[in-house]
């Protein structure tokens, strides 16, 4: 009975701690992932500001005032990989209203974030060159479709983090996401520590270098739309890490893979 109390429990902490004719960009174009380019203008805002202990490598934190975009990463990834995989913008098109900016927005947003095919084709953005543009202008728009905080709390795979990360596992993790992103896929990936919090987040690998000992991943982070993350796969130890960030102190962490499937 107690085992199944804490399994609860353990599954209730999940889900409620988380954290480019006219030139054309995106679906269309067949080309690589840029991340001045196809992110949003804004960052996720952390709800705590991170101080680092002098003297350590830990880090503390306090609460952070004025907090309005927070704990959103993972419907940003999502938002992001919607917008590569089915948006073309063109810049040479002439401005349309906004409302139907909306209603361009919308069309986007509702196709199935887990494939990347879809036979309608993708959706025309005139008189912007790429996402990056579009959302600084349309901001507010995007945060109210990134949707209450609760998005990224009951994301469907937030239930994987509570189980153990074998060693093969992680192994097969990382084949799958570097064979991905040959394929042209952006594998949207979860980052945990569990049972210890240290990092619960949610990011978009969109490259991948292979040497004899590691995998190291480039990725978009929301919280730093600025700076690629990267994560460092090492082949003899079947581990991932990721270097110090503003959130975190750096170090190893456990990975999967996200809007993937049925049950993530």
């Not at 810049?91 to 900016?101: G, I, K």
């Not at 270097?243 to 102190?249: L, M, Q």
């Not at 170090?251 to 893979?257: A, K």
Request: charged share 25%.
């Amino acid at each position: 009975m107690r085992a199944a109390i804490t399994g609860a429990c353990a599954l209730l902490l999940g889900l409620t701690v988380a954290c480019a004719s006219p030139p054309v960009t995106g679906a269309a174009s067949q080309r690589p992932f840029d991340l001045e380019r196809d992110t949003l203008a804004f960052e996720n805002e952390l709800y705590w500001v991170y101080e680092r202990v002098p003297g350590s490598t830990e880090l503390t934190h306090r609460p952070r005032e004025g907090v309005e975009n927070g704990q959103r990463c993972a419907a940003m990834a999502k938002v992001v990989r919607q917008f590569f995989w089915n948006a073309r913008f063109v810049a040479d098109l002439p401005r349309v209203t906004p409302e139907e900016y909306v209603e361009l927005v919308h069309r986007v947003l509702e196709r199935d974030s887990r494939h990347r095919e879809d036979a309608r084709g993708p959706i025309v953005i005139p008189a912007y060159t790429d996402l990056r543009a579009f959302s600084a202008d349309l901001a507010p728009l995007f945060k109210e479709e990134l949707g209450g905080v609760w998005r990224s709390y009951v994301q469907r795979g937030n239930w994987r983090m509570i189980f153990p990360f074998a060693p093969r596992q992680q192994r097969a993790t990382a084949e799958e996401m570097r064979e991905g992103l040959v394929r042209g896929d952006l594998p949207i990936v979860h980052l945990v520590t569990f049972p210890i919090q240290a990092v619960n987040h949610t990011v978009v690998a969109y490259d991948a270098h292979e040497t004899a000992t590691t995998i190291r991943f480039s990725a978009y982070d929301p919280n730093d739309n600025e700076h690629p993350l990267e994560i460092v796969f090492d082949r003899a130890e079947a581990t991932f890490s990721i270097g110090p960030r503003e959130y975190f102190a750096g170090g190893q962490v456990h990975l999967y893979e996200i809007y993937r499937g049925p049950f993530f």
